[in-house]
């Protein structure tokens, strides 16, 4: 997420600027509104974006698909300029950990319903197991 070049191409709109990064307009202007997005200069009466806009958006993107908050991804971009290696590992490290804890919930939800699915399938009177544990 290097700086970007003055000298760059910016030829795409805020509508192809989202297309590329396969999120919507509105997103694009919500992520400006955070500090995630810069927003240029009207050019010829339309805000003109280029390649590392379109690089940053991705990042954004692929930054909350991994689980990251707006702010951490906010304070990723901030270390990006800095390029503090240690803190982007510590963060990253914190992002795996409560991955691996969410990870051993839904572990542990899924094992539970296969119980009550097996039981459900194996014995034939009575409530269904299933419906008895969600109603205590």
Known sequence: MAT???????????????????????????YQRRGLLAEPERMGGARRYGPEDVKRLRF????????????????????????DRAAARAMAQGRVAALDARIAEL????????????????????PCPILSAFEG
Not at 11 to 23: H, K, S
Not at 65 to 83: K, M, P, Q
């Open 4 to 30: 970007k070049n003055s000298d760059e191409p910016r030829a795409f709109t805020i509508a192809r600027l989202a297309d590329a990064g396969g999120v919507g307009v509105e997103t694009v202007r919500f």
């Open 60 to 83: 954004v993107r692929a930054a909350q698909a991994a689980g990251f908050t707006l702010d951490e991804i906010a304070h990723l971009l901030r270390l990006d300029s800095t390029e």
């Open 107 to 126: 572990q542990a939800a899924r094992d539970a319903l296969a119980r009550l699915a097996t039981r459900c399938a194996h014995e034939g009177a009575g």
